[in-house]
């Protein structure tokens, strides 16, 4: 086996297939019950480390946006911010190996065009060969973890400019969430404008996922998706750095669907839409995008846990059916 390629090498001209003939760990995966070699990933980071970086140096690459001009990502950097559940399952997203099992099968899919997610996960794609020719995304900030009294003080812990470059990805991702009344969401302001000055100076996209939000009396955190809080939580990630030419927004669908095109005017910004929480209402979910892609600036769709772990455990059904609002 040739480092960084676990399950199988693939030949210097881009032949999927092993030097024996036998297909790669991806062609496996492809199939509508994909396995991940969990021994097989840890062998190659114990002894061959340099593997990761190698992958993403031959890593064929593509457009962040190509022919088509839409663009369809498949999210999983929830779990470095100790975000693991999924509706009612506490600990959905913490066995790695189903994870990576997903989103394999995901990244298959026709019109699939990518995957954010950060550093460990990349990594483990990037060894399993899953991410030739896909949109790479690393997220940037996973300091505000889920229920800490410093949430919104969302420190960057992850992708660091320099890495999105010396990897070879395609553009990063960064949380926003403001709360007046909160010191920590200046902070978060600061930093995330000089991260977009730093992206744009590297030429790379940045995604900025904006959220006004408060807390709950027993201390956790809602994010508002009221028309008004989401245009002003637009309005100021649109101002953010000493140059918007790099930015893109990843934004939710209001709570009043009807309300998104008058929101969307706030900037130009082009955006994509964000997933949101599982429910059990995935068409609802379907119908409340498929508005919303319309409208002149939403340029497609970043989702996660919604088509990862859907209700009815297809993810093939869920994640075509989401390519096909595109």
Not at 32 to 46: G, Q
Not at 316 to 322: I, L, R, S, Y
Request: glycine letters at 10%; proline letters at 5%.
């Amino acid at each position: 086996m040739r480092a960084g390629h676990v399950g199988g090498a693939r030949h210097e001209g881009g032949d999927a297939s092993t030097e024996k003939g036998t297909p790669t760990t991806y062609e496996k995966l492809r199939s509508p019950h994909p396995r991940v070699d969990i021994a097989d990933l840890v062998r190659t980071r114990t002894h061959h480390p340099e593997a990761i970086a190698e992958a993403a140096a031959r890593r064929p690459r593509r457009p962040l946006v190509n022919d088509s001009g839409r663009l369809m990502i498949v999210a999983a950097d929830h779990p470095a911010r100790g975000a693991l559940a999924v509706g009612d399952r506490e600990f959905a997203m913490a066995g790695r190996a189903d994870l990576l099992e997903r989103l394999c099968l995901a990244l298959s899919r026709p019109g699939v065009d990518g995957v954010l997610a950060t550093a460990d996960i990349l990594d483990d794609l990037l060894l399993l060969g899953a991410l030739d020719d896909k949109v790479v995304i690393g997220s940037m900030n996973r300091g505000g973890l889920a229920g800490a009294s410093f949430e919104l003080d969302d420190r960057f812990t992850g992708h660091r400019p320099r890495d999105i470059e010396r990897l070879g990805f395609d553009a990063g991702k960064l949380l926003l969430r403001i709360d007046y009344d909160d010191p920590g969401s200046l902070r978060t302001l600061e930093s995330t404008a000089r991260v977009i000055d730093e992206m744009a100076e590297r030429r790379l996209p940045v995604f900025v996922e904006p959220f006004l939000c408060r807390r709950r009396d027993d201390g956790t955190l809602r994010n508002d998706l009221s028309a008004e809080a989401v245009t002003k939580s637009i309005a100021i990630a649109s101002g953010l750095g000493g140059s918007s030419a790099y930015t893109w927004l990843k934004v939710p669908v209001t709570e009043n669907p009807d309300d998104m095109a008058r929101v969307m005017e706030t900037s130009t910004l082009p955006a994509v839409l964000l997933g949101g929480e599982v429910g059990e209402d995935q068409e609802g979910a379907y119908e409340k995008w498929r508005g919303a892609l319309q409208l002149p600036t939403v340029q497609g769709l970043v989702v996660g846990r919604s088509l990862l772990y859907p209700a009815d455990g297809d993810v093939a059904g869920a994640v075509d059916t989401a390519v096909g609002l595109l």
